[in-house]
């Protein structure tokens, strides 16, 4: 790996692509040594081994489908598990492939738009460097696998209640079946390890900006994009979407069992709502903070000197113009990238006008939708849908 290698020529920028778990199933033929991140195939092994079992399970023991009458809350409708195995654990291993492909776009733009300069590209491919090394650690995965299992070997206490009642086999003494087992010692721990080995991308991708902010970036005050041009960060937050998105399916999974079996009244999970989408925004934007000291020492400073530029602009104007002073011959007064008075206000006007983060409502959108999607849906067990589309525009407008 030669670290003053253009950007264009390497390949390991990836978040996903050549960590331990990478590796781990690329030895075992789930990923092609040729090239590619395997997503299909290991879509299809993880989802199988998850889930499959579980259902083959309960459709043996009578515990699938309602009609089989062998239990009162058969699986079929227990939406968080079939949110966890059936759909979440694909679509974390789906969004690895989309997670690359934003990463390679977006991160050598630092580059090529100019903000890392020159003579700080080394220091960049060295920061790159130090994140690939972390990246491919082995260590932070055998945490993340022990927590996993950590938290399964809790036993059923770190369940809802009712949460296993399809694979209880004991009503009076509840003792669960091999469905049951096998949800909590190895369905929920694929899960989970897939969920925070997500977590700890974004840990990484925190580190990684992090460091870059802090060299010496030549952020340029005056730049359309109101960030000093960062304005391509607000990009990155579309990596995390489809996680965003998982994480508030499982959620809404238990609500929508309770709203549908139980008698919850889904008004009263507003707060819990607004609350979680709150920390989904929290959590997903975070990491593109660490460019608010720059952005407010260039704002500061760059305040400071087009103000400057604009009062000796204006002077000047105001002595040959107003006062009649003919001998004024300023050569600031004839620079035509500065323009006439009105455009110097408007350069003065651009700074002010800039974001303490390089954030917008494109950065926001992507992580609130994915979330507001499955809490719509389970808004819309009790509620009507056009009232709910009604209040979500009057909301918005």
Do not use: C
């Amino acid at each position: 790996m030669n670290p003053s290698a253009s950007l264009e020529e390497r390949d390991d920028v990836s978040l996903v692509q050549g960590d331990a778990p990478f590796h781990w199933q690329q030895s075992v033929g789930l990923i092609p040594r040729g090239g590619g991140l395997g997503i299909g195939r290991r879509a299809v092994f993880w989802t199988a081994l998850a889930w499959l079992p579980i259902a083959v399970w309960a459709w043996w023991a009578g515990r699938a489908l309602p009609e089989q009458g062998q239990v009162a809350e058969p699986l079929l409708q227990h939406f968080g598990v079939h949110a966890r195995l059936l759909v979440g654990i694909p679509l974390l291993i789906l969004a690895q492939a989309f997670a690359q492909k934003i990463m390679a776009r977006l991160i050598p733009q630092f580059v090529r738009s100019g903000i890392v300069r020159p003579a700080d590209v080394p220091g960049f491919h060295r920061i790159l460097d130090r994140t690939v090394r972390l990246r491919s650690a082995t260590l932070p995965w055998v945490i993340i696998i022990g927590l996993a299992f950590a938290w399964a070997f809790t036993g059923t206490v770190t369940l809802r209640a009712h949460e296993l009642l399809w694979a209880a086999e004991d009503a009076a003494a509840p003792s669960l079946g091999f469905g049951g087992w096998w949800y909590v010692y190895v369905g929920r721990p694929i899960f989970i390890v897939l969920l925070l080995g997500w977590l700890w991308r974004l840990v990484l991708l925190t580190i990684t900006l992090k460091r870059i902010a802090g060299l010496d970036l030549a952020i340029v005050p005056t730049h359309p994009d109101r960030a000093g041009g960062l304005g391509f960060v607000e990009r990155f937050p579309a990596a995390f979407s489809i996680v965003a998105f998982v994480s508030a399916m499982v959620i809404s999974g238990g609500w929508g069992h309770d709203a549908e079996f139980h008698g919850l009244d889904v008004h009263t999970l507003f707060p819990m709502m607004a609350a979680a989408l709150v920390i989904a925004l929290v959590v997903y934007l975070a990491p593109y903070l660490v460019f608010s000291g720059p952005l407010g020492r260039a704002k500061k400073q760059a305040l400071l000197d087009y103000g400057a530029l604009v009062a000796r602009h204006g002077a000047g104007v105001r002595d040959k113009w107003i006062l009649g002073d003919a001998k004024v011959d300023d050569p600031l007064l004839a620079a035509p990238e500065i323009g006439p008075v009105a455009d110097t206000i408007s350069l003065y006007e651009a700074v002010r006008r800039m974001r303490p983060v390089p954030l917008g409502k494109t950065a926001a959108l992507a992580i609130a939708v994915p979330v507001l999607i499955p809490f719509l849906a389970v808004l819309a067990i009790q509620i009507p849908i056009k009232d709910l589309l009604q209040g979500l525009m009057k909301g918005l407008l």
